[in-house]
């Protein structure tokens, strides 16, 4: 029998020595980063078809583009559903006035609720969405939520207007993976078929990705390192999380089609303080979305909310560390874009005070 992989954030930091500039400097010695990439196997899966109902047992039925969505799965305990994904944006098909439609797309980090309702360009205020929002919870029989999670920057004021009038905690996020996962789907099975799709039309509002800003004092960490983990490992601590309590936040990796071999190493970023517990719960309040090796700057960027980008560590630009930090950009993009986040007391601990599973996708298409 084959032993179980070791959990192993101490691990393999091989490879060479680079030095650390700014706030990071680690004063007691040099980090290391690994620049190994292992082979994946990783696979990708559409959610399930787009349908005006849910589709069952490899049903499939004919789409009507035009059709909305209003659906809660029989199984599920509508009380359990407490937080909501919701994206309220035009989208690239005109009406009979050639006015571009919006559209409503709420679900749950489960898809076990799923609504979708257009409306014209000149009702789009937060009355219209408070007032859906009433309507969803009606027609469902479902609870208003407690938290309703965004990823539109330009939308805030709308969608957290709506939310304080119904007593919702409005969470601008970019961690609405499932709902930018549909969003795809809806995009090539339901938009484009639409009599009114208008091909080309760019995204009314796109997604910011603004210049990195200096990370706030009490975000620092001490000392920092790229590492890997086989993914029987990353569940491992996934799965830790709540029974040793400890700060992260993970994915269901099932429902959002990512297949992972349990020997494939996920690249990750562990990072080190003497004050590992309260660094853990700032971060957990920040919405920790995707860690990125900017190599014309030589610099780790850490994204967090809706449209935040910091520094979070710099290191010396030279041939070597440029090499390493693009073999961990290469070692995400082979996961699909899986890597993780790990704040410990000590880089050769065996535990995680926090541990954030992350998934950096692409921006949907509308």
Not at 244 to 249: E, N, S
Not at 341 to 360: E, M, R, T, Y
């Amino acid at each position: 029998m084959q032993e179980k992989p070791s959990k192993t954030l101490e691990l393999k930091n091989i490879g060479n020595q680079i030095e650390l500039t700014g706030k990071y400097r680690d004063d007691t010695g040099p980090l290391h980063c690994s620049p190994s990439v292992s082979e994946s196997s990783v696979f990708s899966t559409p959610l399930q078809p787009e349908t005006g109902k849910p589709i069952f047992d490899g049903e499939e039925e004919e789409n009507d583009p035009t059709s909305e969505l209003s659906y809660l799965d029989p199984e599920t305990n509508p009380e359990s559903i407490t937080e909501w994904e919701v994206d309220f944006c035009s989208r690239p098909i005109l009406d009979i006035r050639g006015k571009k439609i919006w559209e409503l797309v709420v679900c749950d980090d489960s898809l076990s609720l799923q609504y979708t309702k257009y409306f014209p360009n000149n009702v789009i205020n937060s009355v219209t969405l408070k007032n859906a929002i009433i309507s969803i919870c009606d027609e469902l029989g479902v609870p208003l939520p407690e938290k309703i999670r965004f990823f539109r920057s330009q939308m805030q004021t709308i969608i957290t207007r709506a939310c304080s009038e119904l007593g919702i905690k409005p969470i601008p996020s970019k961690r609405c993976l499932s709902l930018v996962l549909w969003l795809e789907e809806r995009y090539e099975t339901v938009y484009t078929r639409h009599p009114g799709f208008q091909k080309g039309s760019k995204p009314l509002l796109s997604l910011d990705n603004p210049f990195p800003v200096e990370l706030p004092e009490n975000l620092y960490g001490e000392k920092w390192a790229f590492v890997q983990l086989p993914f029987s490992a990353v569940q491992e601590e996934v799965s830790s999380l709540e029974t040793r309590f400890a700060f992260g936040a993970s994915l269901d990796l099932d429902l959002l089609g990512i297949e992972v071999d349990d020997k494939t190493l996920i690249p990750g970023l562990a990072v080190a303080s003497s004050r590992a517990k309260p660094l853990a719960a700032w971060m957990n309040g920040l919405e920790v979305c995707s860690i990125e090796a900017d190599t014309s700057r030589a610099c780790i960027v850490l994204s967090v909310g809706i449209s935040t980008r910091y520094i979070y560590a710099t290191y010396k630009k030279t041939p070597v560390t440029t090499s390493e930090a693009e073999a961990w950009e290469a070692a995400k993009k082979a996961c699909g874009g899986l890597h993780f986040l790990a704040i410990q007391d000590d880089l050769d601990s065996d535990d995680c005070v926090g541990f954030w599973l992350l998934l950096d996708l692409p921006p949907p298409p509308v």
